[in-house]
């Protein structure tokens, strides 16, 4: 497990409704000039100029068309050379925590980064030119807002994601370990599916997997991006958004087939992940 560092965590104000956030910085800003760390993942895309960066210790250039891959946590600082203007796409790993039931390895990039993927995606890749032109379309979405971007832009996220996954992995060793323990996941991942209602436990979800709770837990994160009751609560959460707009049933009825409780509790959760209380987003 990478230790962390005792430089102080950069606190990104993602949006709790869509926590992403892209933006473009013309040379490195005095915030990004220092070591620094955060939870958020980040990629970068070099639209212009030079520079490099110094992730845990090691130097990685850049130039003109390439594009960077940062892990939560990485201890991080860039340096600009000439002419430098870089696109900044930061995200919560839970924007796309429920697109992982169909692909359980849509975040690897970042978890296997050093190892299965590399920092700074290779330019000669026939692919390249391709993930750079889904950036630039993401970010013309983000800077529009228009109606229903936050869809488009997730999409071409996901989308980002699944062809750095298809062509820039690495042989390695130990896939196979990987692979193990992404299957693991997803068998439980279908068992929390097919009841969601149940009343799950960190205790009955790492007894389902044949695991230890720590143990568990940490495969939980490092395949899905979240802890296993965060999952819980965003696929319950996904499933009520779902029965408030398809059905006319009440609001507590929802809450206890999506294995909700308590109605308050129920009520505070959607407001806080949906920005919307349950009876205004059925409006």
Same mark, same amino acid.
Request: one cysteine or more.
């Given at each position: 497990?990478?230790? *962390?560092p005792?430089i102080s $965590?950069?606190?990104i104000?993602?949006?709790q409704a869509?926590p992403i956030?892209?933006s473009?910085s013309?040379?490195v800003s005095?915030t990004?000039?220092?070591?620094?760390?955060?939870?958020a993942?980040?990629?970068? %895309?070099?639209?212009?100029?030079s520079g490099y %960066?110094l992730i845990n210790?090691?130097?990685?250039d850049?130039q003109q068309?390439?594009?960077?891959?940062?892990h939560? &946590?990485d201890l991080h600082?860039?340096f600009?050379g000439?002419g *430098?203007?870089m696109?900044?796409?930061?995200?919560?790993?839970?924007l796309?925590?429920?697109?992982?039931r169909?692909d @359980?390895?849509?975040l690897i990039p970042?978890?296997d980064?050093g190892?299965?993927?590399?920092?700074?995606?290779?330019?000669?890749?026939?692919a390249?030119?391709?993930?750079g032109?889904?950036?630039?379309?993401?970010?013309?979405?983000?800077e529009r807002?228009?109606p229903h971007?936050?869809?488009?832009?997730r999409? $071409?996220?996901i989308?980002?994601l699944a062809?750095v996954?298809?062509?820039f992995a690495?042989n390695?060793k130990?896939?196979?370990?990987?692979?193990r !323990?992404t =299957?693991?996941?997803?068998?439980?991942?279908?068992?929390? =599916?097919s009841?969601?209602? %149940?009343?799950?436990?960190l205790g009955? *979800?790492?007894?389902?997997a044949?695991l230890s709770?720590?143990r568990?837990s940490a495969?939980?994160?490092q395949?899905v991006g979240?802890s296993?009751?965060? %999952?819980?609560?965003?696929l319950?959460?996904?499933? @009520?958004a779902?029965?408030?707009?398809t059905?006319d049933k009440?609001?507590?009825e929802v809450a206890?087939e999506c !294995?909700?409780?308590?109605l308050?509790?129920? &009520?505070?959760?959607?407001?806080?992940?949906? !920005?919307k209380l349950?009876?205004?987003f059925?409006i």
């Amino acid at each position: 497990m990478k230790l *962390l560092p005792s430089i102080s $965590k950069d606190e990104i104000a993602l949006p709790q409704a869509f926590p992403i956030i892209i933006s473009q910085s013309q040379g490195v800003s005095p915030t990004f000039q220092r070591l620094h760390w955060h939870t958020a993942l980040e990629i970068n %895309y070099i639209e212009q100029g030079s520079g490099y %960066y110094l992730i845990n210790g090691s130097r990685y250039d850049f130039q003109q068309g390439d594009i960077v891959l940062i892990h939560a &946590n990485d201890l991080h600082r860039a340096f600009e050379g000439e002419g *430098l203007v870089m696109n900044i796409v930061m995200f919560d790993p839970s924007l796309l925590a429920l697109e992982q039931r169909y692909d @359980a390895e849509l975040l690897i990039p970042f978890r296997d980064i050093g190892q299965r993927f590399d920092y700074v995606l290779e330019r000669t890749q026939q692919a390249h030119g391709l993930l750079g032109s889904i950036l630039l379309e993401m970010k013309a979405e983000f800077e529009r807002k228009e109606p229903h971007f936050e869809v488009v832009v997730r999409a $071409k996220l996901i989308q980002l994601l699944a062809f750095v996954n298809r062509y820039f992995a690495r042989n390695n060793k130990n896939e196979s370990q990987h692979a193990r !323990g992404t =299957e693991t996941i997803r068998a439980v991942l279908r068992d929390i =599916e097919s009841d969601i209602a %149940y009343p799950w436990s960190l205790g009955k *979800l790492a007894e389902a997997a044949h695991l230890s709770p720590s143990r568990f837990s940490a495969l939980f994160v490092q395949v899905v991006g979240t802890s296993p009751l965060d %999952y819980l609560i965003q696929l319950r959460l996904s499933q @009520a958004a779902n029965l408030l707009e398809t059905t006319d049933k009440k609001i507590i009825e929802v809450a206890a087939e999506c !294995g909700f409780r308590n109605l308050s509790n129920f &009520n505070r959760l959607f407001k806080q992940h949906v !920005g919307k209380l349950p009876s205004e987003f059925r409006i």
